[in-house]
């Protein structure tokens, strides 16, 4: 993120693009710029338009941005299709990350790389623009002094999905199974999946049942760090059924049948278990 006037900059590090971590960067860019700017350029990214539409057509937005940056007040301006010189400021700054922070070196850890972008900004910041002949820090004064005041609140946004719970009461979510009560819960039955990050003790995903299907809180678990990963809760469990029921049933059924069906013209029982001749051959005398 860039303040348009001054070209101060802002960026960080991460792995993933999804909605949760895209809206949880903006609230990491306005702590560092100390405020919440007018107005935010973006290109056509799903995380902010909910479809694409023809030209000189009102762009649909994304339920969760509109509801972030009316939590923030900020407008949203979004680009024409296929035009990324229309934010070129911004788009300038990758290469140069890339260049003078990324290229050449080598990092161990997701955090090593953001604190190396984090300790970038002042380094740039002090560097005197080509565009505007001014040192960045001076011109970014006039940017901040208009920045809007934060809320007292951050707006943090849920990452929703719909899944259907598997016959062993699980719900598989980014390649993860969690569990779900076996009491209340059918397979086959759709669920949503509510993911809320949490800085300090980790992400966390909520299940929910629809309103077609009861509607309701389902469980609530950590949500896993590798793929592949089980999260259960054992009492989920509770109520799930083992098979051997259904075995009994079968076998119970079959010795019924052996039983009352009569006998044969020879006076031998038929045995319902026995296997039936083949085509082409004889049965025994």
């Known amino acids: 993120m860039v303040l ?5 900059p802002f960026c960080c590090f991460t792995t993933s693009m999804d909605l949760a971590t895209f809206w949880d960067c903006h609230r990491r860019a306005f702590a560092h710029f100390g405020g919440v700017p007018c107005s935010i350029v973006y290109d056509r990214t799903k995380t902010v338009i909910r479809r694409h ?28 299709a296929y035009r990324p010189t229309g934010k070129g400021r911004v788009e300038r700054q990758v290469n140069i990350v890339r260049d003078h922070v990324i290229a050449g070196r080598a990092f161990d850890s997701l955090a090593e790389i953001d604190g190396a972008l984090g300790a970038w900004p002042p380094i740039r910041r002090a560097q005197v623009h080509r565009t505007h002949g001014q040192v ?15 809320p007292e609140r951050p ?23 969690y569990s779900v009560p076996a009491r209340r819960v059918r397979p ?31 469980a609530t678990h950590s949500r ?26 079968r076998n119970h059924r079959a010795n019924t049948a052996h039983q009352a069906r009569p006998a044969g013209a020879a006076g031998l029982a038929v045995d319902p278990t026995a296997r039936r001749p083949q085509r082409g051959c004889s049965a025994p005398d």
């Not at 539409?53 to 024409?80: M, Q, R, S």
């Not at 039955?189 to 629809?210: K, T």
């Not at 896993?224 to 054992?234: E, F, L, N, Q, Y």
């Open 4 to 8: 348009s006037h001054s070209r101060d």
């Open 53 to 80: 539409v023809a030209p000189g057509v009102a762009v649909p937005l994304h339920p969760e941005a509109a509801a972030f940056a009316d939590h923030y007040g900020f407008t949203i301006d979004v680009l024409a």
């Open 136 to 150: 960045i820090a001076v011109r970014a004064e006039a940017d901040r002094a208009a920045l809007r005041p934060l």
């Open 155 to 177: 707006y943090l946004v849920a990452e929703k999905h719909l899944r259907r719970v598997g016959k062993d009461c699980l719900v598989c979510f980014k390649a993860s199974c």
């Open 188 to 218: 086959g039955q759709r669920v949503q999946l509510q993911i809320h990050p949490d800085p300090d003790a980790g992400d966390r995903v909520s299940i929910h049942a629809l309103g077609i299907d009861g509607g309701g809180w389902l």
């Open 224 to 249: 896993a760090t590798h793929r592949g990963s089980w999260v259960i809760d054992p009492a989920h469990w509770d109520g799930l059924s083992d098979g051997h029921p259904r075995h009994r049933r």
